[in-house]
């Protein structure tokens, strides 16, 4: 990346060479996606971990799954890295993890990234938050911080 901003080829609002709707197909392309039912069905198993990595005010605003260990998106590579001070053994204690945001992109890109990082027991909710609550399935409410 040039320090010098009057070399730069691109203006800004001009497209990029790869939109993030490009992103997210190709991680959804080589990423297990799983619908609400089967995540339904799965949040008491104690083989699967329920992972929402949605930003915590929409936990607060919204709920979430029951049940669910919250980590949000810009902390979860750090969390799941053995190597990194932020490391959560949570989210390493042998379960596989299912994903989840609002609508299924961000939880796409975390999940293809779990996976470039060795995690080979990861997979995320059809639709996300949006298509749970659109189900009428279970939601939990958190309580606002106070």
């Keep these: 990346m040039s320090t010098d901003a009057t070399s ?3 203006t800004p609002g001009q497209p ?3 939109n993030v709707k490009t992103l997210v197909e190709e991680a959804s392309a080589r990423i297990e ?3 609400a039912e089967r995540v ?6 104690p083989g699967y971990l329920v992972v929402d990595i949605r930003d915590p005010r929409e936990w607060e605003r919204d709920g979430t799954l029951p049940g669910a260990y919250r980590a949000p998106r810009g902390m979860l590579e750090f969390w799941v890295d ?3 001070p932020y490391y959560k053994p949570a989210l390493d204690d042998g379960r596989a993890l299912i994903l989840y945001c609002g609508g299924a ?3 796409a890109l975390a999940a293809a990234a779990l996976t470039d990082m060795g995690r080979d027991d990861v997979a995320h909710l059809e639709g996300g938050f949006g298509a749970w609550k659109d189900k009428g399935l279970p939601i939990e409410p958190l309580a606002p911080r106070r």
Excluded at 40 to 45: A, G, I, Q, R, T
């Design 82 to 84: 053995p190597e990194s």
């Design 105 to 107: 992109w961000r939880s």
């Design 8 to 10: 730069s080829k691109r």
């Design 40 to 45: 339904l069905e799965l949040l008491d198993d």
């Design 16 to 18: 990029l060479a790869k």
């Design 33 to 35: 996606t799983l619908p």
